[in-house]
T-cell receptor
Framework: NAGVTQTPKFRILKIGQSMTLQCAQD?????MYWYRQDPGMGLKLIYY???????DKGEVPNGYNVSRSTTEDFPLRLELAAPSQTSVYFC???????????????FGDGTRLSIL | QKEVEQNSGPLSVPEGAIASLNCTYS??????FFWYRQYSGKSPELIMS????GDKEDGRFTAQLNKASQYVSLLIRDSQPSDSATYLC?????????????FGQGTTLQVKP
């Protein structure tokens, strides 16, 4: 079972470059999330989506953009990379059918991004 | 500001002991609580979820919830070196229909042989 798949696993960017982090899930989950995790810290929510065509900001959205054209895919875009965006990025998905508030989030393996 | 607080540790316990990990949260309306384990360099994986006051047991793991005190804990019995990891507490604040979670910074557990 693939679950949540993130690509690439590692990337080094120069300041000012742009890139897209890919996230795909095959569990037919409606809800998808992007987090960043800095060393020794918990997860901070960047953006989330409750369904195709619907996205909203999380705690730390500045410098990022997202889109959700299909249920399966939720790419994260960095337009002008800055050193402060060096982090590990995790994508997650969940399904709130059934018990609406009790479903956990399932995580991808992460993308390690360094901006130099 | 909705917050989830954990002691960052490290918490060091000998093999075979009980490890007790604690978490407090600020939003009294929160209804769902999760514990994730994260090995170094890996992604978080779900260990336990709990929704009602009291204890919930799953193998060597017991989650405890006290909504009145806004406190959730994780007990690991018969701790093994393979339990050494960072444990993340996550809380789902209202409104719950977004599925969003607020994560604590995690507690690092070291189990020494």
């Amino acid at each position: 079972n693939a679950g949540v798949t993130q690509t690439p696993k590692f990337r080094i960017l120069k300041i000012g470059q742009s890139m897209t982090l890919q996230c795909a899930q095959d569990m037919n989950h409606n809800y998808m999330y992007w987090y960043r995790q800095d060393p020794g810290m918990g997860l901070k929510l960047i953006y989330y989506s409750v369904g195709a065509g619907i996205t909203d900001k999380g705690e730390v959205p500045n410098g990022y953009n997202v889109s959700r054209s299909t249920t399966e895919d939720f790419p994260l875009r960095l337009e002008l990379a800055a050193p402060s965006q060096t982090s590990v990025y995790f994508c997650a998905s969940s399904n709130l059918s059934g018990r609406q508030d009790g479903q956990p989030q399932h995580f991808g393996d992460g993308t390690r991004l360094s901006i130099l | 500001q909705k917050e989830v607080e954990q002691n960052s540790g490290p918490l060091s316990v000998p093999e075979g002991a009980i490890a007790s990990l604690n978490c407090t949260y600020s939003d009294r309306g929160s209804q769902s609580f999760f514990w994730y384990r994260q090995y170094s360099g890996k992604s978080p994986e779900l260990i336990m979820s709990i929704y009602s006051n009291g204890d919930k047991e799953d193998g060597r793991f017991t989650a405890q919830l006290n909504k009145a005190s806004q406190y959730v804990s994780l007990l690991i019995r018969d701790s093994q070196p393979s339990d050494s990891a960072t444990y993340l507490c996550a809380v789902r604040p209202p409104p719950s229909n977004t599925g969003k979670l607020i994560f604590g910074q995690g507690t690092t557990l070291q189990v020494k042989p």
